[in-house]
């Protein structure tokens, strides 16, 4: 094997990887909120509604789930500005994508934490007199919240590895960055020897700080 | 345009039997490798354990489109030379063995320490064990979802098309590229990933409830 | 049946100064114990006292620091090696070995994915290596003396406690072994369930089955044991016939324990 390391070329453009995985972040954090958004609503609305709209909300997280990602991104970013009058660039429209994965994946998430929720939790909130919205927003949702908190940070570590494929968009994310070094300095093993590591220990960190969180609540 | 869009069916066909031929050597081989790392990581003393314990997590850790990367560009460099079809398969398996490795630890852990006591107790060694009392109890609890992770590794398989691997996803772009209809067909591309995995994730409910007559 | 009866009259379990410890926590302090061929010993003492890892001892399930325990006069979990030192046999030695002991627990751990019969039929046929047609007649031979030959198709989860648990008697017993080991049997049972399993017991023990039993049921160690075996801070504090052992209540750690448990 006569390949010899030399990282001289991945630290002159380590910049590329350091705004890479902060724009990974930024994406993730992004989508995640509005998928809390969307999920929690739609969770909402399947649980209050009648059968036909059930059906719909289904019809949207199933689709969503048996699709791979990288052809929602290529349908959004190719095939909508086609048939309606949008125009928008690379983040834009990623963004957009993984926010409605992420929500079909929380829609499931939201609606088994709902269900978790004991019903004499919420029994008991009537009984001291609050109104359903109260009774919802002081006891249903922080119930909820502590019993979903482990399932959401598992998406949000998720939904952070998945941001890689906005680099077929030429979204400047990580992978976009690493993508970029190996082809302008082909220093392939290198590259890929910063990266992994930077997806490791982003990934599995946030992951332990949000365990740590999970704990402080699981207590109080 | 509608028929460009037929004309180009045989191809977009052909890139669906390139997916499927993906995925079904990505599971098949994950499958074995997956329960026998699962297998390991649950019972054998930890010298054995930590190393399947740092693979899973590794491979776990990083994106699969950069585990795909890795393999694909990075390999040549060893020495070693597969095709990108050969190093695509080899990523994806990477990913789905770590998958399988994770639910059956999970299936086997789930199963009351007591079942593998009695089943000491009437004098089976190890392998009876696992083949009389411990698997087809497991098997209940890992068919779900190993079949959500086959579903992953079918999606997973549209990666390939990132290393020019004429799969369906890719058979759909070029299609694109010629016809100019991106619309329908991925719409279509959409359809036909949905109905596979869909059928999946139906054979996994159904499955369950074959199975359902263990209660412990 | 498996196992050579012999009649030498050497005990079937010997036990020598069992040893065992739990991280800091000394379970058994040197246990001494010898049950002959037919005998029908009951263990008593309150809880943590190390009766259960006893039972396991034997099985081999749990393994002990120091000590021998011996079946038939052959160690059961250690042998010697060519040097002579002192090592734990493998994993198919003692599989080949705890074919000799019977086991049943307090929680009976039933194979949930198989049939009563199918239960009793699995170390038959594995282990014993019978035919399907000769595991089936011995299978339910045995279903049938723990009066369940009607339940041969049903699930355990189809059974109530107390039939689960003959079940579990008679997964243990069809393998012949030399020493039954009876842990609690009836501790998780509902009270009106208790009398059906110690009905087997009893029968069990009329014909001759050697048997070892931790039990809290103090009425029936009385009425069923040849002898009894108090356990007291992981030593046999008393030891004698049932008629002596209540009777006499030589020790003072036998007197408040058995106070304490006929209040229960």
């Known amino acids: 094997m006569l390949y010899h390391l030399n990282f001289g070329l991945i630290w002159k453009n380590i910049g590329k990887l350091e705004w890479g995985l902060l724009l990974s972040l930024e994406l993730a954090v992004v989508a995640i909120a509005i998928g809390v958004v969307i999920g929690l609503g739609l969770a909402l609305i399947y649980e209050q509604s009648s059968r036909p709209v059930r059906a719909l909300v289904s019809l949207y997280v199933e689709f969503i789930r048996n699709v791979p990602l990288l052809l929602l991104v290529y349908l959004v970013f190719y095939g909508i500005p086609t048939v309606v009058d949008i125009r928008y660039d690379g983040v834009t429209s990623f963004l957009a994508t993984l926010s409605l994965y992420a929500g079909a994946y929380l829609v499931e998430i939201f609606r088994a934490g709902l269900a978790a929720v004991p019903r004499g939790l919420t029994d008991a909130g009537r009984a001291i007199g609050l109104t359903p919205l109260q009774g919802f927003i002081h006891v249903r949702l922080p119930t909820m919240f502590r019993v979903i908190l482990p399932s959401l940070s598992n998406t949000f570590v998720s939904l952070f590895k998945d941001t890689s494929v906005a680099s077929v968009l030429a979204v400047p994310e990580l992978t976009y960055g690493a993508q970029w070094i190996n082809f302008n300095t082909f220093r392939i093993v290198e590259v890929y020897a910063v990266v992994t590591p930077m997806y490791l220990i982003a990934g599995y960190g946030i992951l332990g700080a949000l365990r740590l969180l999970e704990r402080r609540f699981a207590v109080s | ?216 | 049946m498996p196992g050579n009866p012999d009649t030498t009259g050497l005990p079937v379990v010997s036990i020598r100064g069992l040893e065992k410890s739990f991280g800091a926590l000394a379970v058994l302090r040197g246990i001494d114990l010898d049950v002959a061929r037919g005998d029908v010993v009951s263990i008593i003492g309150s809880s943590g006292s190390g009766k259960t890892t006893l039972l396991r001892c034997i099985n081999a399930l749990e393994t002990y620091d120091n000590g021998s325990i011996q079946l038939d006069g052959v160690e059961v979990q250690f042998r010697n090696d060519e040097a002579g030192r002192r090592q734990r046999r493998n994993e198919w030695e003692l599989a080949r070995l705890r074919a000799e002991t019977g086991m049943v627990f307090q929680l009976f751990y039933l194979f949930p994915h198989l049939t009563a019969l199918q239960n009793v039929m699995l170390g038959l046929r594995k282990v014993r290596k019978m035919e399907v047609a000769e595991a089936k007649s011995v299978a339910t031979d045995w279903l049938s003396r723990v009066g369940l030959a009607d339940k041969a198709g049903s699930l355990p989860s189809q059974l109530s406690g107390g039939q689960q648990q003959r079940v579990g008697i008679a997964r243990a017993a069809a393998m012949g072994p030399k020493v039954l080991l009876l842990d609690e049997i009836t501790s998780a049972l509902d009270p009106e369930l208790v009398g059906e399993v110690l009905a087997v017991v009893r029968k069990l023990a009329d014909d001759g089955m050697t048997m070892l039993m931790v039990t809290h049921e103090m009425a029936f160690a009385r009425e069923a044991s040849s002898r009894i075996i108090f356990i007291d801070a992981g030593r046999v504090a008393v030891e004698g016939a049932p008629g002596e052992v209540f009777r006499e209540q030589a020790n003072d750690r036998l007197r408040s324990f058995l106070a304490r448990v006929s209040h229960l």
């Open chain 2, 1 to 216: 345009m509608f028929w460009s869009v037929i004309e180009s069916l045989p191809f977009v066909w052909r890139g669906l039997l390139v997916t499927l031929g993906a995925a079904a050597l990505t599971v098949s081989m994950s499958l074995v490798a997956g329960l026998l790392l699962g297998t390991i990581v649950t019972y054998a003393p930890w010298p054995a354990r930590i190393p399947v314990r740092l693979f899973s997590d590794l491979i776990r850790g990083i994106p699969i489109l950069v585990l795909i990367f890795f393999v694909y560009y990075g390999l040549p460099v060893t020495g070693l030379n597969l095709n990108n079809f050969a190093a695509g398969v080899l990523a994806i398996t990477l990913f789905s063995t770590a998958q399988v490795v994770e639910i059956t630890r999970g299936s086997l852990q789930s199963l009351h320490h007591g079942q593998m006591e009695a089943a000491k107790a009437i004098g089976l060694n190890f392998p009876q064990r696992l083949t009389y009392v411990i698997f087809p109890q497991a098997v209940r609890r890992f068919l779900p979802p190993w079949i959500n992770s086959v579903t992953d590794a079918v999606k997973g398989t549209a990666l390939l098309s990132l290393v020019g691997i004429v799969d369906l996803m890719l058979a759909i772009q070029q299609v694109i590229g010629r016809t100019y209809a991106p619309m329908p067909l991925y719409v279509l591309g959409a359809l036909i990933y949905f109905v596979i995995n869909y059928s999946l994730s139906s054979l996994s409910r159904r499955l369950e409830a074959r199975y359902a007559y263990i209660k412990e």
